[in-house]
T-cell receptor, first 109, second 116 residues
Framework: GQNIDQPTEMTATEGAIVQINCTYQ??????LFWYQQHAGEAPTFLSY??LDGLEEKGRFSSFLSRSKGYSYLLLKELQMKDSASYLC??????????WGAGTKLIIKP | GAVVSQHPSWVICKSGTSVKIECRSL??????MFWYRQFPKQSLMLMAT?????????EQGVEKDKFLINHASLTLSTLTVTSAHPEDSSFYIC????????????FGAGTRLSVL
């Protein structure tokens, strides 16, 4: 079956760095998305990786290893507004998104 | 980035009534639109996928006669919850795909449905 695993909740301190991991098992693979979702709001697009390696975009970076079925989202210089859920979603062979349950990130002052 | 508008953002209705939710892609043509449902503290659950001009494809366990989807144009899809009941109360989110070389789904702001 298809499966996405990511931690349920993480806590970090303002100004620090946090890494949110995601492992996936899908029938075929056509890339991996990271979305941010604040409570009561819809998800917003953060990143898309289809090739191995690190993609950097400002304070946020996303990494992919296709051979390991693994990705992570790296958030630097954490701000209070980064408190949100972070959703990992893999694209399968039918170009359908397989969603993880999300990681709730709590930022403390 | 691409903008998807979803309306209404909040609706309260009586049990037995029908509710229509609109999803519009404002600055791009959406080849495919998706409808999701999300319960508190849970991830997105795909309900159906709709392509312009064709019937929607429903996920297993989703009643197509209960949740009517119409994708009349490349910029508009509607979800109608027919004869709503309290158990249909949830957060409904649409997304639209298209307008670029990466199949990013852009999400509407969501509709919070409360059925009394």
């Amino acid at each position: 079956g298809q499966n996405i695993d990511q931690p349920t909740e993480m806590t970090a301190t303002e100004g620090a760095i946090v890494q949110i991991n995601c492992t996936y098992q899908t029938s075929g693979f056509n890339g991996l998305f990271w979305y941010q979702q604040h409570a009561g709001e819809a998800p917003t697009f953060l990143s898309y990786n289809v090739l191995d390696g690190l993609e950097e975009k400002g304070r946020f970076s996303s990494f992919l290893s296709r051979s390991k079925g693994y990705s992570y989202l790296l958030l630097k210089e954490l701000q209070m507004k980064d408190s949100a859920s972070y959703l990992c979603a893999a694209v399968d062979s039918n170009y359908q998104l397989i969603w993880g349950a999300g990681t709730k990130l709590i930022i403390k002052p | 980035g691409a903008v998807v508008s979803q309306h209404p953002s909040w609706v309260i209705c009586k049990s037995g009534t029908s509710v229509k939710i609109e999803c519009r892609s404002l600055d791009f043509q959406a080849t495919t639109m998706f409808w999701y449902r999300q319960f508190p503290k849970q991830s997105l659950m795909l309900m159906a996928t709709s392509n312009e001009g064709s019937k929607a494809t429903y996920e297993q366990g989703v009643e197509k006669d209960k949740f009517l989807i119409n994708h009349a144009s490349l910029t508009l899809s509607t979800l109608t919850v027919t004869s709503a009941h309290p158990e249909d109360s949830s957060f409904y989110i649409c997304s639209a795909r298209g307008g670029g070389d990466i199949d990013i789904q852009y999400f509407g702001a969501g509709t919070r449905l409360s059925v009394l």
